[in-house]
């Protein structure tokens, strides 16, 4: 069976994402710069956790079979190492928001 090509920016649903950013602080008359970093970095976040949330879910999924399919291990490794790394990076992440001010 054959699919229809499908576009990056439609895949991605792009114009849903991109036009999520609304700085509060524009709309108040008194724009804060600062704002759309901090709005960015936290919308990152949540996307973030939501991948942690699927791979945990996966995770869980494999250990409620009885008994646990010894050849889903390599999966549960491999989600584990990803939750892990996603939390390296949120870590290191956090840092370049200090100093931001959003009034």
């Known amino acids: ?23 509060l602080s524009e709309e108040r008359g008194r724009p804060a710069h600062d704002e759309m970093l901090f709005i960015i970095i936290h919308q990152v976040y949540e996307l973030w956790f939501k991948q942690i949330l699927f791979e945990v879910d996966s995770i869980l999924k494999i250990y409620r079979q009885v008994p646990v399919p010894e050849e889903s291990m390599g999966q549960v490794v491999r989600g584990l190492h990803r939750v892990n790394e996603i939390f390296r990076i949120l870590t290191i992440r956090a840092l370049s928001l200090e100093g931001t001010v959003v009034a």
């Open 1 to 23: 069976m054959k699919y229809p090509p499908v576009r990056y920016d439609e895949y991605l649903q792009l114009d849903k994402i991109l036009s999520a950013q609304k700085r």
